[in-house]
């Protein structure tokens, strides 16, 4: 019989596949989300632009936020 920090390891194994897998969840989410968003909003009728574009995208930032809170760390540095 697995010891439960044993087992609770062997779970949270994560593979490439599972790492692609959740990539592409979130791309499909933010496609989804940035169509509605674009839909139910007030359109920008000024000029200025306060906030560079990001090099990531929304996509690409959320499996790292997601791995991070799955991995049981507390400083995200």
Known sequence: ????????TIIA?????KVIELFFMADEFCKFFD??????TLKNTGKRSYHRESTLSKAEIMPIIILFHDSGYRCFK
Do not use: I
Not at 35 to 40: D, F, I, K, T
């Open 1 to 8: 019989m697995f010891k439960y920090k044993v087992l609770q």
């Open 13 to 17: 194994m994560l593979t490439e596949d």
């Open 35 to 40: 169509r509605m968003m674009a839909s139910y």
